[in-house]
Structure formats: structure tokens, C-alpha cells
């Protein structure tokens, strides 16, 4: 079955960094767009950044711009989040979605909680 599993969550003090990965399985990972989102306490579920399903495009968040790096591994079906210059703002779950013209899926998350 199709499984998206986040992991790399954690504790970090401002400033820190992360990295986050999203191991998928279950389904044709080259051909999904994959993203990352997340839901801050309170908050809606916003999107932090997209990458296309060969890697050639990525966007981002204004918020995210210059301190996230998104990225994939197609031989490896999984996609990344590189996360600098953590702020306590970017406390979250963080969720990756595989994207296709015709369906979504979407991991359970995982918890970034930036604090000192």
C-alpha cells in the first residue's frame, strides 16, 4: 500500500538546522510531484515548498525562501527538506504530499519544534 513515512523531526534551538526525509512506497515515486507542509498549533496546514517530479522546479514559502532547500532522490523515493536558520515561528508538524494529476497522498507527519 502507499505509505509516505517523515522522519528527522525533532528539538532544535533557533537558529539550528534540520533535515527531514520522506521515504515513499507503494506507488510510482518519479512520477509525483512531491511538497512539504506544515500545521503550526492553531494555525491551517500552509505549504512550505514543492519540488516537480524530476526536480527541475522548486518553490517556496516567502517565509522559507533562502533558509529551506527542498530536494529529491528519485533512485531512492524519497524527498527532503533542509531546514536552516530555524526559528521558533517554524515550530510544526511537517508533512510531505506526493501530488499526480489524479491523486494526493500524505505522510502522518512529523514534529519540528524549535525552542531554546
Known amino acids: 500500500q502507499v505509505q509516505l513515512v517523515e522522519s528527522g523531526g525533532g528539538l532544535v534551538q533557533p537558529g539550528g538546522s534540520l533535515r527531514l526525509s520522506c521515504a515513499a512506497s507503494g506507488f510510482t515515486f518519479s512520477t509525483y510531484a512531491m511538497s512539504w507542509y506544515r500545521r503550526a498549533p492553531g494555525k491551517e496546514r500552509e505549504l512550505v515548498a514543492g519540488?516537480?517530479?524530476?526536480?527541475?522546479?522548486?518553490n517556496y514559502a516567502d517565509s522559507m525562501k533562502g533558509r529551506f532547500t527542498i530536494s529529491r532522490d528519485n533512485a531512492k523515493n524519497t524527498v527532503y527538506l533542509q531546514m536552516n536558520s530555524l526559528k521558533p515561528e517554524d515550530t510544526a508538524v511537517y508533512y510531505c504530499?506526493?501530488?499526480?494529476?489524479?491523486?494526493?497522498?500524505w505522510g502522518q507527519g512529523t514534529q519540528v519544534t524549535v525552542s531554546s
Open positions: 504530499k506526493a501530488s499526480s494529476a489524479f491523486r494526493n497522498y
Open positions: 519540488i516537480t517530479s524530476v526536480g527541475g522546479s522548486t
